[in-house]
């Protein structure tokens, strides 16, 4: 990433545009910006820092810093931009409307690992707490995926292991007999390797010959 003049307005934009999706537009605004301090601007000083992440925050942004009333001291505290820019959008993200959504999750024709991406980005939006001790977060992921998954084989044996089934054991049944079930269709349907081995090898099936009177 370029960090001379030329390329001081080529970071990440947030669309300030207001509604219920804007905090989730700040995350993952926040989260690639912080990818890039930790990054190519690793050993840039934290004052630097702030400065191209006002000049990132666009015209609202600045008109929201402008409102702060911040010192010299704390402008040059990367804190006090999130802190304040989080304040901002909080307020208007849905989280009721959320977590209804949540709910509603069905895998349709996702494979595993889409669906559970999905459902982990989906919860973040709910603010469900997540400590060592209480571990909301993990357990509605867990939930989610259980009552949203397309097999009820999988759903089945999830549920069979009562209250001691943690997200990760839900994800390794999940995996496994997602798996199984692969290998069994190939195992049933072996024409399927028959013709694809037909075709690395440049085989054809020979034509039939016409019958002659």
């Known amino acids: 990433m370029a960090t001379g003049l030329a390329g001081l307005d080529l970071g990440p934009k947030l669309e300030w ?21 930790a990054g190519p601007l690793h050993d840039v000083n934290e004052k630097v820092k702030c400065k191209y992440l006002l000049l ?4 609202r942004g600045f008109d929201l810093f402008n409102s702060w009333g911040l010192t010299d001291a704390q402008c040059k505290v990367l804190v006090n931009y999130w802190q304040r820019f989080a ?11 959320a977590r209804y959504k949540l709910r509603s999750f069905k895998q349709g024709d996702r494979n595993l690992e889409e669906f559970l991406t999905v ?3 989906a919860v973040q939006d709910c603010w469900y707490p997540q400590t060592d001790t ?7 992921v867990r939930d989610t995926l259980i009552f949203g998954i397309n097999s009820e084989k999988i759903r089945l044996k999830c549920i069979a292991k009562g209250n001691g089934l943690t997200l990760q054991n839900a994800i390794d049944i999940a995996r496994t007999e997602e798996a199984t079930s692969s290998q069994v269709k190939e195992m049933t349907n072996p024409s ?3 013709h694809a081995m037909h075709k690395r090898h ?12």
Do not use: C, H
């Not at 993952?28 to 910006?33: E, G, S």
């Not at 990132?56 to 015209?59: C, I």
């Not at 209480?134 to 509605?140: A, G, L, N, S, V």
């Open 17 to 37: 545009e207001a509604g219920p999706e804007l905090y989730s537009r700040y995350r993952k605004w926040k989260q690639r910006i912080e990818t890039i301090f």
């Open 87 to 97: 304040a901002y959008v909080m307020p208007q993200a849905n989280v009721l409307a």
């Open 56 to 59: 990132w925050s666009g015209d």
């Open 119 to 121: 459902i982990r980005l």
């Open 192 to 194: 399927n390797e028959v």
């Open 202 to 213: 440049g085989f054809q099936k020979p034509q039939s010959r016409p019958n002659q009177s």
């Open 134 to 140: 209480i571990k909301m977060q993990d357990d509605m």
